[in-house]
């Protein structure tokens, strides 16, 4: 079920209380993967058609921290690819917003040359997962080049304010940056969301009232008839090892362009709905 979304002041960061309880989540999402009715319940997503995925990891992350989630991806017969560019970090020195904003400028570029290989290789369009700082490349790289991009799917990633994020003050730390948040470029960051004006790729936002790294108006995006925000109980180190994450991406992958239908969690056994109710 998608959400209508309202966004008037700048979203506060999620409170000590989400923040504490990533830790506690990410252990329940994990093992939301070994639990009989998720496993179950996984098992009867639609099947892929060889359709090219490319996953997108947050900050901080490799190939590595959504494997698993390709393995599943793989095991239903879509080609899930990793992105091949190492750790999602700034090398250098960065001190503002501008100097983050050309990193994933940066980034984006070499996304869009592998996704145009693997698109080549598949004779089709590339979707994208990406996580946190992933789905802000996969979201721009979805207005920038939408005859590349069959479709994206955001897992908690802050395209709003950036503000919003507990994580905020904590980059400013390991960037070493000393400016301060009246000179920042915030609106750079936030105009990224919606750049182009109209999209023409289908985007599905994740979000979770559990996310104790990014509240809900940072990651969520108005929707118009391309875009639903779908809450998914996850913390957010959690999104890439969570059973109804997984299920919610392999149903939206699954949608056929041509008659694409609103997402719906009502056909689910209703011990598993509760994964859904924000």
Same mark, same amino acid.
């Given at each position: 079920?998608s959400?209508a979304?309202?966004?008037?002041?700048?979203p506060a960061?999620?409170?000590l209380?989400?923040?504490?309880?990533?830790?506690p989540?990410?252990?329940k999402?994990m093992?939301?993967?070994?639990?009989?009715?998720?496993?179950?319940q996984?098992k009867?997503?639609a099947?892929g058609n060889?359709?090219?995925?490319m996953?997108?990891?947050?900050?901080?992350?490799?190939?590595?921290?959504m494997?698993?989630l390709?393995?599943y991806?793989?095991?239903?017969?879509?080609?899930?690819?990793?992105?091949?560019?190492?750790?999602?970090?700034?090398?250098?020195?960065v001190?503002?917003l501008?100097?983050i904003?050309?990193?994933?400028?940066t980034m984006?570029a070499?996304?869009?040359?592998?996704a145009?290989? %693997?698109a080549?290789?598949?004779?089709?369009?590339?979707?994208l997962?990406?996580?946190?700082?992933?789905?802000?490349?996969a979201?721009?790289i979805?207005?920038?080049?939408?005859?590349?991009?069959?479709?994206?799917i955001?897992?908690?990633?802050?395209?709003g304010?950036?503000?919003?994020?507990?994580?905020?003050?904590?980059?400013?730390?390991?960037?070493?940056?000393e400016i301060?948040?009246?000179l920042?470029n915030v609106?750079?960051? %936030?105009?990224?969301r919606?750049?182009?004006g109209?999209?023409r790729?289908?985007?599905?936002?994740l979000?979770s009232k559990?996310?104790?790294?990014?509240?809900?108006?940072a990651?969520? %995006?108005?929707n118009?008839?391309?875009?639903?925000n %779908?809450?998914?109980a996850?913390?957010?180190?959690?999104?890439?090892?969570?059973?109804?994450v997984?299920?919610t991406i392999?149903?939206r992958?699954?949608?056929?362009?041509?008659?694409?239908?609103?997402?719906?969690?009502?056909?689910?056994?209703?011990?598993?709905q509760?994964?859904?109710?924000?």
């Amino acid at each position: 079920m998608s959400v209508a979304l309202q966004i008037s002041a700048p979203p506060a960061p999620p409170g000590l209380g989400r923040i504490a309880g990533e830790a506690p989540r990410l252990v329940k999402d994990m093992l939301s993967l070994t639990n009989c009715h998720w496993r179950e319940q996984l098992k009867k997503a639609a099947a892929g058609n060889g359709q090219p995925v490319m996953t997108l990891p947050g900050f901080g992350g490799g190939d590595g921290s959504m494997a698993l989630l390709r393995r599943y991806l793989n095991s239903l017969g879509y080609r899930a690819e990793p992105w091949r560019l190492g750790t999602n970090l700034v090398q250098d020195k960065v001190q503002t917003l501008d100097e983050i904003l050309a990193f994933c400028a940066t980034m984006e570029a070499a996304i869009v040359e592998n996704a145009q290989r %693997i698109a080549d290789n598949c004779g089709e369009k590339v979707s994208l997962v990406g996580w946190s700082l992933g789905g802000v490349y996969a979201n721009s790289i979805a207005q920038t080049h939408p005859e590349l991009i069959r479709q994206v799917i955001l897992l908690g990633s802050p395209v709003g304010d950036p503000r919003g994020t507990s994580v905020w003050g904590l980059m400013k730390k390991v960037m070493r940056g000393e400016i301060p948040d009246h000179l920042q470029n915030v609106d750079a960051w %936030i105009e990224r969301r919606d750049q182009l004006g109209g999209r023409r790729v289908r985007t599905s936002v994740l979000y979770s009232k559990y996310d104790g790294a990014v509240a809900e108006d940072a990651v969520m %995006i108005e929707n118009d008839k391309l875009v639903e925000n %779908i809450h998914v109980a996850s913390s957010h180190v959690g999104f890439s090892h969570n059973a109804s994450v997984y299920w919610t991406i392999a149903d939206r992958l699954n949608q056929s362009l041509s008659n694409w239908k609103p997402f719906d969690y009502s056909d689910l056994p209703k011990n598993l709905q509760k994964n859904f109710v924000s």
